[in-house]
Structures are given as C-alpha cells and as structure tokens.
C-alpha cells in the first residue's frame, strides 16, 4: 500500500470571527491577505496530523481491514490470501 497522506484539508470558514476596525493605511486588510493565512493554516494543521503516528497507523490499519474485506467478499477471489507489504 502506498504511504498514508492527506488528500485535502477543508476549514470551517464559518468557526472564524474577524474583528474589524475601521480600514485605514495602517490596518487595511485584502482577500490575498485572508487566502494566505487559510492557506498557512491548512499547511500547518496538515503538519501537525502526519506528525501523530498513532493516527497513521490507525488509519493504515483500517485502510487495509477495508480492502482485504472488499477482496474477500468477491467470489473471483474467494481463494486468495489478502497480504500487506
């Protein structure tokens, strides 16, 4: 099986709550600013979920139960051992 990865990353856009002030030379703030820190946010949470290896392994293990499942329950392969490398 290939190594577990994160396909996407979605944010509950309605969780944030932005205080504004009134916009002026000093706190002026665009789109490009608020695509960027979603942006960062996603890669930093991305981060923090690879790091936690009890949750890979968790979901390396179900991955595998799925499809060795899925595989067992075909009768074309009703005679075959399911093995993971």
Do not use: W
């Not at 944010?11 to 002026?28: G, H, L, M, R, W």
């Not at 665009?30 to 290896?53: A, H, N, P």
């Not at 009768?75 to 093995?83: H, K, Q, R």
């Amino acid at each position: 099986m290939p190594d577990i990865k994160i396909i996407t990353n979605e944010i509950d856009e309605d969780s944030f709550q932005f205080i504004t002030a009134k916009d002026s030379i000093f706190n002026y703030t665009d789109m490009q600013d608020y695509t960027k820190l979603l942006g960062e946010l996603k890669k930093k949470k991305s981060e923090e979920v690879m790091k936690r290896k009890d949750l890979i392994e968790d979901t390396k293990q179900k991955s595998q139960t799925v499809i060795a499942n899925l595989i067992k329950h075909t009768e074309l392969a009703s005679d075959y051992t399911v093995t993971f490398e």
